[in-house]
């Protein structure tokens, strides 16, 4: 591997987009290098999509990302037929769920098997476990400093991928480890969500950096047991997010209530937009209209006999058992001493949660912010630098984020592309 220290492009991070980046370079001809300081390329890839890795939809749509202009200027007009070519060409077969792109396998780990497999295949040099330490400006390009293991790591074969990975990270820790200098053309960072270390070396500016795609932290205005009641529970339902009493955004699909607030995919997009105060309302009847559901709510007095908070059984056949009793601890706050439908209708399409942020961020798919789009030029995600010298930047470490669906992963390929294609 040392044998050759000098590479057309040399790629920082082998997650999605730099191993996108590195298989078009080499197919254009070029030497590439991965520098990755984890044990393996694309082990992100492994968890995507719940394992089976949502790597695009079949329908891009700009608005799903924060800043869309700047994604259209750089995925141009037909991103789904170049996605589809590109994933083609590596062998990767794909089947949709409501617009949702999977591979075929339905098991993330033969897209990343198939990534590799197309590494091995064009010669791409894959530097594992290794970091940047200096990057200066060299006669035709640029020099690298890197610290990486002093030998290739080894770990006793396990049949599941996991504990492979966590004894090589072990074996990674304890590896004594060398200095080497790599010099190439071109450098690409393509360092996913957390690119501060790589930017304060190569002086790049950053925005401020959150997590998005997690759940949201938010409570039952006026009744704090009301989540401890609802845990574990899903409906379906549509969320409304409103800000001083305007509304901003609204989506439905499945809704996970937790003890801290709600999760789920509506839930994770929410928290790409939500602020602390912002409400949350819940129409746990989207496909009703109000006076569709109070004709409905009618009938079943008829059917039933009144409605009366004190019996939340009244709701049986209609709402889980929990919500039923949340709904009637609601409606008796809202409207003491009432027993008309009329306000049932209101609770059940405004059930009102008051945002307190986002929870779980460990766990959050993506990173809001990272190196300002305004730092690189379009469609080529060339950075001005003041060295001169050609740099590159891809994927998560732009600040670019998107909504659930495969529109990140989608992103990730794309741009990946787009950063060796001027070369
Ligand atoms: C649990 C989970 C599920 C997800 N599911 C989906 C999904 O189904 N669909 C979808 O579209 N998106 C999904 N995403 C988001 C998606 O994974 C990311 O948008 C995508 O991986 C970003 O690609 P990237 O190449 O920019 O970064 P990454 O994939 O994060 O790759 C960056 C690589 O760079 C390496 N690296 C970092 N810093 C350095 C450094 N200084 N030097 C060398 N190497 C470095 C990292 O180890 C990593 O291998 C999910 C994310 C998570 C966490």
Redesign the pocket.
């Known amino acids: 591997m040392n044998a050759n220290a000098f590479y057309d492009v040399l790629v920082?991070?082998?997650?999605?987009?730099?191993l996108a980046a590195a298989i078009t370079a080499a197919r254009a001809g070029k030497s590439v290098c991965i520098?990755?300081?984890?044990v393996a390329?694309g082990?992100?890839?492994l968890?995507?999509?719940n394992g089976r890795?949502?790597?695009s939809n079949e329908s891009i749509d700009f608005q799903r990302y924060n800043h869309p202009a700047f994604v259209e200027s750089v995925m141009g007009s037909q991103p789904e037929e170049e996605l589809g070519n590109f994933f083609s060409s590596l062998g990767i077969m794909t089947t949709s769920e409501e617009g949702r792109l999977y591979p075929r396998s339905l098991r993330a780990e033969s897209v990343r098997d198939a990534l590799l497999n197309a590494c091995d295949r064009l010669g791409i040099a894959l530097i594992c476990g290794?970091?940047?330490v200096s990057a200066s400006k060299a006669p035709e390009g640029w020099a690298l400093q890197i610290d990486r293991p002093a030998r290739t790591l080894k770990a006793k074969k396990h049949d599941d991928r996991k504990t492979e990975v966590r004894s090589l990270r072990k074996v990674l820790a304890d590896a004594p480890r060398k200095n080497e200098t790599l010099q190439t053309k071109a450098v690409i960072i393509?360092?996913?969500?957390?690119p501060a270390?790589?930017a304060q070396l190569l002086n790049l500016p950053l925005t401020a950096q959150r997590p998005v795609l997690c759940p949201a932290s938010a409570s039952v205005v006026g009744d704090q047991t009301a989540l401890k009641t609802l845990d574990g529970l899903r409906v379906r339902a549509r969320l409304t997010l409103t800000r001083n009493h305007e509304e901003l955004w609204h989506e439905d699909g499945e809704v996970l209530f937790r003890t801290f607030g709600i999760s789920g995919v509506a839930a994770f997009n929410l928290s790409r937009r939500v602020q602390h105060g912002d409400t949350i309302l819940l129409d746990v009847f989207p496909d009703l209209s109000k006076g569709e559901l109070l004709d409905m709510l009618n009938q079943r007095v008829e059917l039933l006999g009144g409605f009366s908070p004190h019996d939340p059984r009244w709701l049986d056949g209609m709402l889980a058992p929990q919500l039923s009793h949340v709904v009637c601890t609601a409606f008796e706050q809202c409207h003491p001493g009432s027993h008309d439908v009329i306000h049932l209708v209101s609770i059940l399409k405004h059930f009102k949660l008051l945002v307190e942020g986002t929870a779980e961020e460990r766990?959050a798919?993506?990173t809001r912010g990272g190196v300002p789009i305004e730092s690189v030029s379009t469609p080529s995600l060339c950075v001005s630098n003041a060295t001169g010298a050609p740099l590159y930047i891809c994927?998560?470490?732009l600040d670019i984020d998107a909504d659930c669906g495969?529109?990140?992963?989608?992103w990730?390929w794309i741009s990946g592309i787009r950063a060796v294609s001027s070369l």
């Open positions: 920082i991070g082998g997650g999605a987009s730099g520098v990755e300081c984890d390329c082990l992100k890839i968890a995507t999509g890795c949502n790597l290794a970091n940047v393509a360092t996913g969500g957390n270390d790589i766990s798919q993506v994927g998560e470490a495969g529109f990140n992963l989608a990730a």
